[in-house]
């Protein structure tokens, strides 16, 4: 029978057994642990260079790059002493062509166009010496019936200011043909020192833009006599009969805008039926 001491120097060999299996154990986890975490860098380093590798290509092979956007084409201008501009970004509202850019550009004599509306007729008078190169767009307007079945967005009431804009298709004042016509502004007085507006007198037939040399389909008659400043290219007159129905259109009131209740709308809305040249 073992005695006393030979029991604890068992014990004790037991107790030294497990603490090493136990400290073998701890070692072997540590070791795989470490297997794992350097195997997943690994992965993810293979990853991210595949990820490069499919991404990436010749750099003189535009096809495959997409970061940037195609370059919108240029604008367009006539042959012609015009150089009507034709500018892809800003589309006609209404189907129509660039206007034929004669060479050398009519200059002379006058065309008589009929503005019929649902509020009455408006005889104009286009006059080709004041702006030979706008007197040759509208006339190619007209007779491309571009105005037929527009409307006159816009009517001012104010005391330095009487006039009624039309020629946008859209109604919204931001439409036009798809070209633009350059200023011609050489009929307008100058300003007198220390003023910035000249006269539009009543009856002025004058063209509306967004700039300089923006003109396109948009055009003014002015029904009381105004000022604004030298920007705006005029290219004929009102006749009488056309007078009195803008004086019958503004009597009507005006449906205020975003300018104040003396300009926005006319109240009794002004629809172009047909333009005619006679």
Request: net charge positive; aromatic share 4%.
């Amino acid at each position: 029978m073992p005695t006393n001491q030979q029991r604890r120097e068992a014990a004790k060999r037991k107790l030294e057994r497990q603490l090493a299996r136990r400290a073998e154990r701890a070692k072997k986890r540590r070791i795989m642990a470490t297997a794992l975490t350097v195997g997943g860098v690994v992965l993810v380093v293979g990853l991210i260079y595949l990820l490069v590798a499919l991404n990436s290509g010749d750099s003189t092979d535009t096809a495959s790059d997409t970061s940037t956007e195609p370059t919108p084409p240029p604008a367009e201008t006539t042959t012609g002493p015009c150089k009507y501009s034709k500018d892809p970004a800003k589309p006609a509202s209404k189907p129509v062509d660039a206007p034929p850019d004669a060479d050398p550009t009519p200059n002379a004599g006058t065309a008589k166009v009929n503005v019929k509306t649902n509020q009455g007729d408006i005889p104009l008078t286009i006059d080709r010496a004041k702006a030979p190169c706008t007197a040759q767009a509208i006339e190619h307007l007209v007779k491309a019936k571009f105005y037929d079945g527009t409307t006159c967005h816009r009517l001012v009431n104010s005391a330095s200011l009487k006039v009624l804009q039309c020629g946008d298709p859209t109604g919204q004042g931001s439409g036009g043909p798809g070209f633009e016509i350059k200023d011609e502004l050489a009929s307008l007085p100058k300003p007198a020192d220390g003023q910035q507006a000249v006269p539009y007198p009543k009856g002025t037939l004058a063209m509306a833009n967004a700039g300089p040399n923006t003109s396109g389909s948009q055009f003014f008659m002015v029904y009381g006599d105004s000022q604004l400043p030298p920007n705006y290219t005029v290219f004929g007159t009102i006749d009488a009969p056309g007078l009195a129905t803008l004086d019958k259109i503004a009597a009507g009131g005006i449906t205020p805008g975003q300018n104040g209740p003396e300009d926005g709308a006319p109240k009794n809305a002004v629809n172009i039926e047909t333009a005619t040249i006679s």
